[in-house]
């Protein structure tokens, strides 16, 4: 039972409750299809407080609770105003249980949302925690894998581009480990997989570290692609080589099995060229439009 | 009477038997021995031959007591050692040290971004990931720490 639960990483959610959640993400699809306002969560509050930017996420959660029928405080620059004045995290969420009935927070330090959960007597939502965790973009990355190729067991996921910074696919990496894949992680060596979080997969997890671009494509059903930042590079010149053999073209696209995804936790910048776009196999669009009802099932399983 | 027994009897204090060999100064750091102007007199074994571990280091205090979190600290450090209680000449009281399942306001995490490094009403926190090689996780950050980063922020 997720009810009153708060989810700071996706370890706190269970097989079973994953499946619950991707159910209950399909008729909240269904809903939102037919345009049929919900009203299952009048009354209720939901604090956000990003310390961090975000467009997607923040709107995402807003947009989720405004649909279930409740409605959304939060504080437009919470690094500007509560930080500033030296208040701590603890007293901040301390201060918000009491204006709402389900917290979500994103903070640049790894553990914050964790530590709003124990000082919180309402829910906590974790929306990314530095270079931690983001659990709902885990759990709509599953779904979408769920729900575009009817299952996760037996697939093999290939993620391409910033291993190392990337919160999402550590994330995704170990609930991963849950199911029977096969992993590929393809990066620049400046850019690999932390230690950290490889010494975390279980001995017996299939995943290959160093992974050729080619031989992996023919046999990945997900490409998974992630931002590469500039700021990562010293030298512009190195940015431009990256970019240069990471990037996803209609070429890449042709190497790939037919039935196969190509996902991008987005914003894209040079990583996927838009003539991809088209392409049946682009699922990146797909997979950001089910943040949204992955966001309203859990929602409302907590609050409901 | 047995042969490591080499330095003179305490008459009440505290023996820490069966350090690994070499680890006795870093036991001896996190007790604070040489910082408080203190009226306990210290006797370190270094490398000394033992039936059990072939060679190990030894402490004596003199008129001094553990507390839970400095025998929890010497868990990580030494995980084998003996603690011996001395009452008098004679040993009252021993027990072998435990590594805590939790590990609670004893180790610095090692992740400088953690939440638990900043102002934050907490004490760090950790669950035993592995005893043998020592492996711990950071219950905020999720960071595993090995020994010897461990050793380091003690
Ligand atoms: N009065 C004392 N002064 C200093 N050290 C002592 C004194 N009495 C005992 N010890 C030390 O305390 C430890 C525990 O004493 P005990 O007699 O139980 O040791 P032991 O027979 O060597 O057992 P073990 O090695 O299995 O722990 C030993 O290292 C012993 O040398
Ligand atoms: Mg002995
Ligand atoms: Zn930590």
């Known amino acids: 039972m997720l009810k009153n639960r708060s989810i700071v990483s996706i370890d706190d959610v269970s097989q079973s409750e994953l499946e619950d959640i991707f159910k209950k993400a399909d008729e909240m699809s269904e809903h939102l299809k037919q345009g049929k306002p919900l009203k299952i969560l009048d009354g209720k509050i939901m604090a956000t407080f990003f310390y961090e930017p975000s467009t997607r996420t923040r709107l995402s959660f807003e947009s989720s609770m405004n649909r279930l029928g409740g409605s959304v405080i939060s504080v437009s620059e919470a690094k500007s105003s509560s930080v500033a004045k030296g208040e701590t995290l603890a007293d901040t969420v301390r201060m918000a249980e009491g204006y709402s009935d389900i917290i979500v927070i994103r903070h640049p330090m790894e553990g914050a949302a964790k530590l709003a959960a124990r000082f919180s007597s309402k829910?906590?939502?974790?929306?990314?925690?530095?270079?931690?965790?983001?659990?709902?973009?885990?759990?709509?990355?599953?779904?979408?894998?769920?729900?575009?190729?009817?299952?996760?067991?037996g697939k093999t996921i290939t993620m391409v581009g910033d291993l190392?910074?990337?919160?999402?696919?550590?994330?995704?990496?170990?609930?991963?480990?849950?199911?029977?894949?096969?992993?590929?992680?393809?990066?620049?060596?400046?850019?690999?997989?932390?230690?950290?979080?490889?010494?975390?997969?279980?001995?017996?997890?299939?995943?290959?570290?160093?992974?050729?671009?080619d031989n992996a494509l023919e046999e990945t059903d997900v490409l998974y692609v992630t931002r590469i930042q500039k700021e990562r590079f010293t030298d512009q010149n190195e940015y431009l080589s990256v970019i240069g053999s990471y990037s996803i073209t209609p070429e890449t696209v042709?190497?790939?099995?037919?039935?196969?995804?190509?996902?991008?936790?987005?914003?894209?910048?040079?990583?996927i060229s838009p003539d991809v776009d088209t392409s049946p196999n682009a699922a990146y669009f797909r997979q950001a439009s089910n943040g949204v009802p992955v966001r309203m099932a859990l929602i409302s399983m907590i609050l409901g | 009477m047995e042969q490591t027994l080499k330095i003179s009897k305490i008459k009440d204090g505290t023996v820490i038997d069966h350090i690994a060999a070499g680890k006795a100064l870093k036991v001896l750091s996190i007790l604070k021995i040489d910082e408080k102007s203190n009226n306990y007199s210290v006797s370190i074994g270094i490398r000394v031959p033992s039936s059990k571990m072939s060679y190990k280091d030894v402490i004596k205090i003199e008129n001094r007591n553990l507390e839970k979190f400095e025998v929890d600290k010497i868990s990580l450090i030494a995980p084998d050692a003996s603690i011996s209680i001395v009452k008098d000449y004679e040993v009252t009281q021993k027990y072998t040290v435990e590594l805590p399942a939790r590990i609670v306001g004893i180790v610095k995490c090692h992740n400088a971004n953690c939440i638990t490094n900043v102002k934050e009403p907490v004490s760090s926190e950790f669950t035993l990931v592995s005893k043998k090689p020592l492996v711990i996780r950071c219950n905020f950050c999720e960071r595993n720490m090995s020994e010897r980063e461990i050793l380091g922020s003690l």
């Open chain 1, 123 to 153: 829910p906590i939502i974790n929306a990314g925690d530095g270079s931690g965790q983001h659990p709902t973009q885990t759990i709509m990355d599953l779904y979408t894998i769920r729900k575009e190729l009817g299952g996760i067991n």
């Open chain 1, 164 to 213: 190392r910074y990337g919160r999402t696919v550590h994330s995704l990496l170990l609930a991963l480990t849950n199911y029977d894949v096969k992993v590929n992680l393809i990066s620049p060596e400046i850019l690999k997989i932390p230690d950290h979080i490889i010494s975390r997969l279980p001995k017996d997890f299939n995943v290959n570290v160093s992974a050729d671009f």
């Open chain 1, 254 to 271: 042709e190497k790939m099995k037919e039935k196969s995804i190509i996902m991008h936790p987005l914003p894209r910048i040079d990583e």
